[in-house]
């Protein structure tokens, strides 16, 4: 038997490594406290889970569902848009159903590139906008987000040989790992360069409901042009703390999205149709839920930065996303302060590097653990680095 050449060259997913690690640790009787996967450990509200299992109780819930989505899950898709960013949606036409957005962006270099063409990447940035781009044979482009430039790409640093084969173009704010947010200006100037190049913009905001301190990410369709050329990916994984239903759409461009539909329904069928039906639920939760448990990433966010501060590392400011993006401190490199940290304390944090060449010399925190075990991780971190700078172990 011969494994493929392209599965060979495909990176481990960094999570999958992690864990396995995490496992042999926990296997040895370690308290491995992990701040490594962006997955919420907060229930969705008790309504959405009620309505599944209503719904699943029913006898004709169990066939093959629709491959593009129940109509009342795209109508509610589209009327979200509407009531959250003033975007008027067709349900039949500029909504997709995704098993997870992860699947749709899986798909978009099957749908939009050819062997030789170039995908424009986000440099650190989630490793599923480049690695399906490599299994297509399309070419990745790293752009680099970069402190000095509040994690923004320069898109007129775009060599313009790459420009040239250039099909797609991935943005993602609140940005995943940096915790960044684009302002409105940036997007508009990423719109009319995607038009000025025949671009497809993809646009990634599963982040865009966790904010505060008065924070309102947008939606890329809300910028005028935008329509033209742009296919916007969200998820209800991050949204209302649905990671493991795996419940996603894509919404957009008509073109774009029925490229899009052709691989997804010769590659899979639809979500289970009682999961539709708890998301429409959950697309519809009031205000103040939102509100409310904004305020518990917001109160596990200070945790983590007042250590933080404490210790003298920098982070970036942006109160959105589950994440901070911290400095590494001197005198470790990216690798020896995740893997020291995680042998010798059991803290576990994404090394910035797995996200891209320009993610060294950071590593990414995330908010997924109650206040009590964050301030334990965090006193742990701070013990084992003083303790580091002493030349003492301290437990």
């Not at 009327?79 to 749709?104: C, H, M």
Request: hydrophobic share 45%.
């Amino acid at each position: 038997m011969k494994i493929a050449q392209r599965v060979q060259q495909l990176p481990t997913y960094v999570f999958a490594a992690i864990g396995r690690q995490i496992q042999a640790l926990q296997a040895q009787g370690v308290d491995v406290i992990r701040l490594d996967i962006g997955s919420p450990d907060l229930a969705p509200p008790s309504a959405v889970i009620q309505e599944l299992c209503q719904q699943a109780a029913r006898e004709d819930m169990h066939g093959y569902p629709n491959f593009y989505g129940l109509p009342v899950f795209r109508e509610a898709v589209a009327a979200y848009y509407q009531r959250r960013f003033n975007v008027t949606l067709d349900p039949e036409t500029e909504v997709l159903a995704l098993i997870g957005s992860k699947e749709g962006i899986y798909h978009v270099p099957t749908a939009f590139t050819d062997p030789g063409s170039v995908v424009l990447v986000p440099d650190p940035g989630y490793p599923a906008y480049r690695n399906p781009a490599a299994l297509a044979g399309a070419e990745v482009y790293l752009m680099p987000l970069l402190r000095e430039n509040h994690f923004l790409p320069d898109l007129d640093a775009i060599p313009a040989e790459m420009l040239a084969r250039a099909r797609v173009l991935w943005l993602n704010y609140p940005n995943n790992p940096t915790a960044a947010v684009a302002d409105l200006a940036f997007l508009e100037r990423a719109v009319a360069f995607a038009r000025q190049h025949d671009l497809l913009l993809a646009y990634d905001n599963p982040y865009a409901e966790i904010a505060w301190d008065g924070l309102q990410p947008p939606s890329i369709l809300q910028i005028p042009g935008a329509r033209e050329v742009a296919l916007e990916f969200n998820s209800l994984s991050k949204m209302s703390n649905m990671a493991g239903w795996r419940v996603g759409m894509a919404v957009g461009n008509t073109e774009a999205v029925a490229a899009l539909a052709r691989v997804k329904t010769n590659t899979d069928t639809g979500i289970f149709k009682p999961l539709q039906y708890a998301a429409v639920a959950a697309l519809n939760l009031p205000e103040h839920w939102l509100t409310e448990r904004n305020a518990i990433y917001q109160r596990r966010r200070a945790i983590v930065t007042t250590t933080l501060d404490r210790m003298r590392i920098w982070y970036t400011p942006y109160g959105a996303t589950l994440y901070v993006w911290a400095e590494v401190p001197p005198p470790f490199t990216t690798s020896a302060l995740v893997t020291e940290l995680l042998q010798e304390t059991g803290i576990s944090l994404s090394p910035g590097n797995a996200f891209g060449p320009h993610g060294e010399g950071y590593v990414r925190i995330s908010l997924v653990q109650s206040e009590e075990r964050l301030a334990e991780a965090m006193e742990r971190w701070e013990r084992w680095l003083v303790g580091k700078s002493l030349g003492i172990p301290l437990r």
